[in-house]
């Protein structure tokens, strides 16, 4: 991520194939183009960390993998290679598509196989996602090898087109001496701590870097796209002395521009910033995670209590650049009405348990008719934060202990503090079929925190 290059967008021209656009299907308006790429995971050996060399697994080469970048209208399709030892899938979290393209544990894809993943960018979804694999199990293992990346859709009418735009793709991870990834599968004492934290990281990385260097111009406004896509970690971010406006969450941009301090941006979850920069001509600034409280006593790491660097903001020497104006109003995001609710569905996360249960591929935990709209409430009975994940639709969160949310926001993924209640609402528009939720905690997913909705044809058209 250094000025010259921004960060990855560049790789993913060259995989692009544009093709003539064949047809639509009869979810899509028509498109004005098909991209065609492939993505293959193979084992790799990689520099992850300074000095050493890894034994991980890489979506073409490289870790993050390529960022796909689409429109709204694109009609995708990918070419899955899995010349991994083990099944794998990739599934494009947040992407609102048809349940034969989700790659969820459903449909696995065996070593040496093969998958294409079709779907059609809908009108209205522009956004920051980011794709991993979700075989049943071994996501976790899969996503600390080195799989994962991240997913720009763009709007023909995004009210922050003109603004220079920067990716941040934060993980963690924790190497062995020898450089290996350090992946506790014993009994051993942190192991049992991963079963219960999710497993955590000692290095921090920004695109695969640690603590990389991003260069601003003075009086510059940048639009940062940052995704979580760490097993467990909470992020807090803050920049010292920053005004910083939040703007978008993973379904997009919001309607209006938040001004914050800082943001908590959990497991899962990506968000959208915009960066004044307000620094002298040369000076630097650098962006920390603060400390987050998501631990049980029993269980919380020595150093949690530690505020940790993530990157350098360093100004370039250039004349600072006159203020911009930035748009009070991003889009109209619609209401989901309360009063059309048809069900509730009502979620208890305990610790390994969503209601008393753990996954079971055969079996259906919950059932809307397409077209519905349902509440979901989601309780939090113990004392560590759970992040709950929908596959297949963006929800609006309604409150938080009663207490109503401040602002509408597109979601598929949100943090559910230690004994907190949360309500949001949903609209099954489109794409019957079997969807996963579960707890985005990798560990806590791969042990069973996680169950089926199946969205049933029968309705269709009718609230
Ligand atoms: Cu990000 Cu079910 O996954
Ligand atoms: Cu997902
Ligand atoms: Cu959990």
């Known amino acids: 991520m250094s000025s010259r290059r921004p960060p990855r967008f560049s790789t993913f021209a060259a995989l692009v194939a544009p093709l003539l656009f064949s047809g639509a299907t009869a979810h899509a308006r028509p498109t004005s183009r098909t991209v065609e790429l492939t993505l293959t995971a193979s084992p790799a050996r990689l520099a992850l960390v300074p000095g050493q060399s890894t034994d991980a697994f890489a979506y073409n080469g490289q870790i993050p993998g390529p960022t796909l970048e689409f429109r709204e209208g694109d009609r995708v399709v990918i070419h899955f290679r899995n010349n991994l030892p083990e099944t794998s899938t990739i599934h494009w979290h947040g992407l609102h598509i048809p349940a034969s393209a989700d790659g969820s544990p459903l449909n696995p894809v065996k070593p040496g196989g ?50 220079p735009e920067k990716l941040l793709v934060l993980s963690d991870n ?100 915009l960066v ?112 709950f994940h929908l596959h297949g639709f963006q929800f609006q969160v309604l409150d938080r202990n009663g207490v109503p949310e401040p ?13 907190e209640t949360l309500r949001f609402i949903v609209r099954y528009d489109d794409y019957p079929g079997k969807w996963m939720f579960h707890c985005h905690i990798l560990d806590h997913e791969d042990h069973g925190m996680m169950g089926i909705l199946e969205v049933t044809p029968q309705h269709r058209g009718r609230p």
């Open 276 to 387: 004044r920069g307000t620094g002298t001509p040369g000076s630097r600034e650098t962006l920390q995670t603060l400390p987050y409280d998501r631990y049980t006593p029993q269980t919380r790491p020595a150093n949690w209590n530690a505020p940790r660097d993530l990157l350098t903001l360093q100004y370039s020497d250039e004349a600072p650049l006159a203020p911009v104006v930035l748009p009070s109003v991003l889009r109209r995001i619609p209401v989901l009405d309360t009063a059309k609710a048809t069900a509730t569905h009502v979620i208890v996360l305990s610790q390994g348990l969503i209601n008393n249960k753990t996954m079971d591929m055969h079996r259906v935990d919950a059932r809307g008719p397409l077209g519905a709209t349902e509440i979901w409430q989601i309780e939090n009975v113990v004392g560590m934060d759970h992040s």
């Open 407 to 419: 602002f509408r926001a597109w979601k598929d993924i949100v943090n559910v503090p230690k004994h």
């Open 114 to 163: 093969t998958y294409d993943y079709v779907f059609t960018i809908l009108p209205g979804t522009a956004g920051t996602y980011w794709y991993h694999p979700h075989p049943d199990h071994r996501t976790g293992d899969q996503v600390a090898k080195g799989l994962y990346g991240a997913i720009v859709v763009r709007a023909a009418d995004d009210p922050l087109a003109s603004i």
């Open 174 to 273: 924790r190497f062995l001496t020898s450089g290996e990834v350090d992946l506790q599968h014993h009994d051993s004492p942190q192991a049992l701590i991963d079963e219960q934290n999710g497993r955590e990281g000692d290095v921090l990385f920004v695109n695969g870097q640690v603590i990389p260097r991003l260069t601003i111009r003075s009086g510059e406004v940048q639009r940062w796209r940052i995704v979580n896509a760490s097993a467990a970690r909470v992020f807090r971010l803050a920049l010292p002395g920053h005004e910083v406006l939040y703007v978008g969450s993973d379904g997009g941009l919001f309607e209006r521009p938040v001004p914050v301090k800082e943001i908590v941006l959990a497991n899962g979850e990506r968000a959208e910033l």
